[in-house]
């Protein structure tokens, strides 16, 4: 196996183990399923995966293939790190061959200062994707302030404020994220955001257009609704830093929306997360449409 032999070039203190590297930048996807990634225990579908044969599927996790990014969209993952998250996968879903296989080397065996290291946290990803993974528990949703890990639960103030779950239970219920679905809940006039701090009588510039962008594959394309996002913003927070106002000059991927960027810089933080796929993929292609007439009549 060719790709085994990277790990030899690379110092073993350099090299994570697979779940690390699966916890850093695999779940994400991996996870929940989404956009067609084999999901983490899910025999059946990594069964189907292996039996194209493990240099296959390295190949494809290194270089990209369909929905599946090159290097799960971080460039600076090393090679033989890929090897060890999806060896460490195909073992957590249930292909036994791999529960005792060989890995590239691993820092936590070989370098003996390794376990007493703790992670370097890298400038402008602690916050990427913090929802998005959708491992929480249910009683892990919508802690009160003083347990959530943002307020200072030393303060006398935080003690004062709201829970979200008394907060948000008149709310319409979302399926992700805080479980509050805020477009609906808005639209229900169940909340009256205020649009400028200063004024309470300030009225929103609402835009109502719709921007759809075709996509490849056979994911229905994304469907962008100013009208809904207008609502809420003011159109300085997207332009021009995060999108230039031109048609053809934003590059977006799903990568880098996983990575924090594009509408990754709001999505899977403070809006809902990726995973929930209809929300954006809404319009069918116009073949899928023709096809499903078709079978209609």
């Not at 060890?84 to 879903?93: D, E, F, G, R, T």
């Amino acid at each position: 196996m060719g790709l085994l032999l990277l790990a030899g070039a690379v110092s073993a203190a350099e090299i994570r183990t697979g779940e690390e590297v699966y916890n850093a930048s695999c779940a994400g996807c991996h996870a929940s399923g989404v956009l067609q990634a084999p999901k983490l225990g899910d025999n059946s579908d990594w069964s189907k995966r292996e039996q194209q044969g493990i240099e296959v599927l390295l190949s494809h996790a290194i270089k990209g293939f369909k929905n599946m990014p090159a290097k799960g969209g971080n460039p600076t993952i090393k090679d033989a790190e890929i090897e060890n998250a999806v060896i460490y996968m195909l073992a957590k879903s249930g292909i036994a061959r791999y529960a005792q296989k060989p890995v590239s080397t691993q820092s936590s065996k070989t370098d003996p200062q390794a376990t007493n290291k703790k992670p370097v946290a890298r400038a402008g990803t602690s916050s990427v994707n913090s929802f998005n993974r959708l491992m929480k528990s249910k009683e892990e949703w919508n802690l009160p302030p003083a347990k959530d890990g943002i307020h200072d639960p030393e303060n006398a103030g935080t003690l004062m404020l709201q829970p979200p779950k008394v907060a948000f239970e008149t709310l319409t219920p979302g399926k992700s994220g805080n479980r509050v679905d805020w477009v609906k809940a808005l639209e229900n006039n169940e909340i009256l955001p205020r649009y400028d701090r200063l004024s309470d009588e300030a009225q929103p510039v609402v835009m109502d257009l719709n921007i759809v962008r075709e996509v490849k594959g056979s994911m229905p394309d994304v469907v962008y609704p100013h009208k809904q996002h207008t609502e809420w913003l003011d159109c300085s927070n997207c332009h021009p830093a995060i999108f230039i106002p031109q048609k053809g000059a934003n590059q977006i991927s799903m990568a880098s929306i996983l990575l924090g960027q594009k509408c990754g810089v709001c999505h899977g933080k403070v809006a809902f997360p990726v995973s929930e796929c209809r929300r954006c993929h809404s319009r069918q292609k116009p073949a899928a449409v023709e096809t499903s007439s078709k079978q209609t009549n």
